[in-house]
């Protein structure tokens, strides 16, 4: 039996978020992923039994990514407004960072199938932890998850994908949105 080799599953992993995003999840076949990761169809399934199996593992482990990565920008002693900028900002700063893969799995949200195994409260569950905590403190209102969720990423989103503004009009934008979700999360 062949051994698993990070590198090249890294590669494999790259591979079809490039492919997915040029040819969707269809026309990226498992013989262009490997033909794109420089290894042949066999040692893909070293490492995943099919292209769905693939898909719903990348998919996952993408979906968590941006959030371990935001949790990394959150200070312990900062107040609640400084939290939500925290989170707007860091989450701002991962789509631009990650594009490829903030696309990839904006595209794989979209798919019934995926999305049904990995939803946006799983993946935030520290952030959620942390919003608790400050909610249990008094600082921010004790909304829903999933509205939470709603009123803290989507937005970002939505001004991430929009790339016709430059960066003062983004900046303004993003400064905006912080002063609406202070308004609305936080207890005065």
């Known amino acids: 039996m062949r051994t698993k080799d990070f590198d ?14 040029q040819e969707g999840i269809n026309g990226a076949s498992v013989s262009k992923i ?6 042949s169809p066999a040692t893909i399934y070293i490492y995943y039994s099919s292209k769905e199996e693939m898909l719903a593992e990348v998919f996952q482990e993408y979906s968590h990514q941006s959030y371990h990565y935001l949790m990394r920008q959150i200070q312990p002693e900062m107040d609640g407004g400084q939290l939500i900028e925290a989170i ?11 594009e490829e893969v903030f696309s990839f799995v904006e595209q794989c949200s979209r798919c019934p ?8 409260e799983e993946c935030c569950c520290e952030v959620f932890d942390l ?3 400050y909610q249990d403190r008094g600082e921010v209102r004790r909304w829903s998850d ?4 709603a009123v ?8 991430a994908m ?3 503004r430059g960066p003062e009009m983004l900046e303004a934008q993003l400064e905006e949105l912080i002063q609406m979700l202070r308004e609305l999360l936080l207890v005065h």
Not at 146 to 149: F, K, Q
Not at 152 to 159: D, T
């Open 146 to 149: 999933p509205n939470l969720a």
């Open 8 to 21: 090249k599953q890294q590669r494999i992993k790259e591979a079809m978020v490039r492919l997915i995003l």
């Open 131 to 133: 919003l608790h905590e």
């Open 34 to 39: 490997a033909r794109e990761a420089g290894v």
């Open 152 to 159: 803290l990423f989507s937005p970002v989103r939505f001004i």
């Open 162 to 164: 929009d790339h016709s």
């Open 88 to 98: 707007v900002r860091g989450y701002f700063a991962y789509t631009l960072e990650h």
């Open 113 to 120: 199938t995926l999305s049904s195994n990995v939803s946006e």
